[in-house]
Each structure stands twice: as structure tokens, then as C-alpha cells.
């Protein structure tokens, strides 16, 4: 079953190890090359702490299962950085087809909780199949002109 | 056909379409007149009052011109001045059209250019110009590919009085019947 960005901000983490609470997701962490969740960023400001997406133990719906707690590390480089302090949040972000056409902004993104891929981002009313993901950044997030969407029903 | 003027484009953020980052905005056009075509951008940092950027974009380097920003594939493609196309890196002076009186082949004044018409999503074809009619009032004339400029005037054929368009969804339209006509395809 797929979950969505909107659900997943905002659930909680555990570590599988101590069965202790580690904290809240607050961001969601893409890679527009691979099209899949890099990373998880829990807890916000300057608590701020990244999972890479290889240590969580399992991406539920009732809680996200961190392996241990030394999963749990500080951004490493700029990019990290601009993650942990909500930046490069999808949710919000404008939309830009690579044409230079704004279409609007970023709802929701549909992924796989298994993989970490994702499925589709919408704008609107529309659905943006996630191959169409160009690149993702502090300004926008850029869509291929030939998988714009079709409309939701 | 989707068209802008200059004056749209200055200010658009400039945007890598492979890091989603806005790495500059347009400060102003690069314009070749004989051509009829965009050489490409002067640049400035992004935000207000944040000064001018000492790289500038080529039209060749440019993946697409939309309405709503300058698309580059990466942060590279801009480049220092020097390293630039001569007419992007070191702009040939005297002969921005401008100003420029728009004189019909027959010598009829058609008006003064105020700003050149951009194709939307192209790489910076020049497809038109916004004029000052005589009167007063704005208008858009299309432009052939290959016409004489000498930095005072610009000389169209007679054919353009013709395709002249009140704004700049009816010079879309006029730009492919003009050149029909004058067989450009």
C-alpha cells in the first residue's frame, strides 16, 4: 500500500533496538536522480537529526522503525543542511516544468513505503507521474513538459 | 504560439532544471538585430538590490525562455564573460535597435521600437518587436528573419504594416501567416 508525504510528516520514530521514541518526522529527504526518499529528517531547528533511508527498519503507518539510535546523525554537507532546516521540503514547493512554466504547487507525493520510490507528486488537481522528476531544490521542483499531468478523478 | 516581450524576461529567475535552484536572474537581453536573434543574458544575483553577477548567459546554453523562468540544465552553464561567445561576453555597442525608426521598404514609418518579442520555451528567437506608432499607441509588428539595421533605422518589408497586431496574442498568430507569406515558412 503507498503512503503520502502529508501523512508521514508529523508520525513518530522509534529505534527497533530500545523500543524508545527518537522523535518526529519533519521532512522528507528526495533524490530527483533516483526518484526515491534519500533520507528522513527528524526533529526540526537545531535538534534536527537525518536518517538515511537504509537505516529505517520499516516505514509503518502507526510509526517509522530506525534501526538503532546511532542512526540518527548530524546533516552532513550544505545540501543536508538545507534539508534539515525544511528547504528542500516538497510539500509547498513550487512546481516548475522544465519548459519555464510555473504550474502551481506541490500537495502531496505518493511513494512506495517498501522501496522508498516515488509514484506520483500532485499539483493541484493534476498528477504528476515521479519519472517526470527533474530536479529538486531551495526554489522549485522541475518536471519534465511531456509527463504533465492528467487530471485526478 | 506563446510570446513575451524583453521586458518580461528582465527580472525572470534564472533555474537548473537538474538542481531546482534559482542561480541568478535575467538583468537584461543580449540582442542581435541582423541575426534577429537573442545572443543571450546579462545576469543578476537573486533578490532585490543583491547587484549584478559577473557571469552571463549565452541564448546556446539556454534549455528553455518561459514565462515564469530561464531554464538552465546546471549551474555551469553560466559562464565568465571571457569565456563566453564574443557577442554574449563582449556585446558589440551602437546598434541596439531600441529607438530604432521602423521604416517599410516603400518609406513609410511604421513607429519606434520599444522592446523585442520572445518565442515562449524556445532558446531566444526573436519572433517581433513592440512598437510606438506614430500615434502613440503600442502595437507589434512581426519580423522576417534577415532584414537591414544600421542603429537609427530598421527597414521591414512593406508586407509588415499589413501583420501589425494590437497585442501579443494576435502577433502569435500574425508571426506564421508573415512569414508564409514571405515564403520563410
Known amino acids: 500500500m ?46 534536527a537529526r537525518i536518517v538515511d533511508w537504509e537505516r529505517l527498519s520499516g516505514l509503518g503507518a502507526d510509526a517509522v522503525m530506525v534501526e538503532a539510535e546511532d542512526a540518527l546523525r548530524e546533516p552532513a554537507d550544505e545540501r543536508e543542511q538545507a534539508g534539515a532546516d525544511g528547504k528542500l521540503e516538497l510539500l509547498g514547493q513550487l512546481a516548475l516544468l522544465e519548459s519555464g512554466t510555473e504550474l502551481g504547487r506541490i500537495d502531496d507525493v505518493v511513494f512506495d513505503p517498501d522501496t522508498g ?33 492528467k487530471s485526478a478523478p | 504560439m506563446l510570446l513575451i516581450t524583453g521586458s518580461d524576461v528582465r527580472g525572470l529567475p534564472v533555474v ?42 549565452a541564448a546556446e546554453q539556454i534549455h528553455a525562455i518561459g514565462q515564469d523562468a530561464v531554464m538552465i540544465l546546471d549551474e555551469d552553464k553560466l559562464r565568465a564573460p571571457e569565456e563566453a561567445p564574443k557577442g554574449v561576453g563582449d556585446p558589440e555597442g551602437g546598434r541596439d535597435v531600441i529607438g530604432n525608426d521602423v521604416l517599410t521598404e516603400g518609406g513609410k514609418s511604421l513607429g519606434e521600437i520599444k522592446d523585442v518579442v520572445l518565442l515562449v520555451g524556445g532558446h531566444g528567437d526573436v519572433v517581433g518587436y513592440q512598437i510606438k506608432r506614430p500615434t502613440g499607441e503600442d502595437a507589434y509588428i512581426p519580423l522576417p528573419s534577415q532584414l537591414a539595421v544600421s542603429g537609427t533605422s530598421l527597414v521591414v518589408p512593406d508586407a509588415t504594416e499589413e501583420f501589425a497586431r494590437d497585442d501579443l496574442v494576435g502577433l502569435g498568430a500574425a508571426v506564421d501567416e508573415f512569414r508564409t507569406k514571405l515564403g520563410l515558412g
Do not use: C
Not at chain 1, 26 to 44: E, F, N, P, W, Y
Not at chain 1, 129 to 142: K, Q, R
Not at chain 2, 29 to 42: E, M, S
Open chain 2, 16 to 57: 537548473t532544471v537538474r538542481g531546482g535552484e534559482d542561480v541568478a536572474q535575467v538583468r537584461d537581453i543580449i540582442y542581435q538585430a541582423q541575426a534577429g536573434r537573442l545572443q543571450g543574458f546579462t545576469l543578476n544575483k537573486r533578490g532585490f538590490f543583491s547587484g549584478r553577477l559577473s557571469e552571463v548567459l
Open chain 1, 117 to 149: 520510490h516515488l509514484q506520483t507528486l500532485q499539483v493541484g488537481t493534476g498528477e504528476h507521474p515521479a519519472s517526470s522528476l527533474l530536479g529538486a531544490g531551495t526554489y522549485a521542483v522541475v518536471l519534465a513538459a511531456t509527463g504533465s499531468g
Open chain 1, 2 to 47: 503507498n503512503d503520502r508525504f502529508t501523512a508521514v510528516k508529523g508520525r513518530k520514530a522509534v529505534s527497533r533496538d530500545t523500543a524508545e521514541p527518537v522523535g518526529n518526522i519533519s521532512h522528507l529527504l528526495v533524490d530527483a536522480t533516483s526518484k526515491r526518499i534519500a533520507a528522513l529528517v527528524i526533529g526540526k531547528g537545531r535538534r
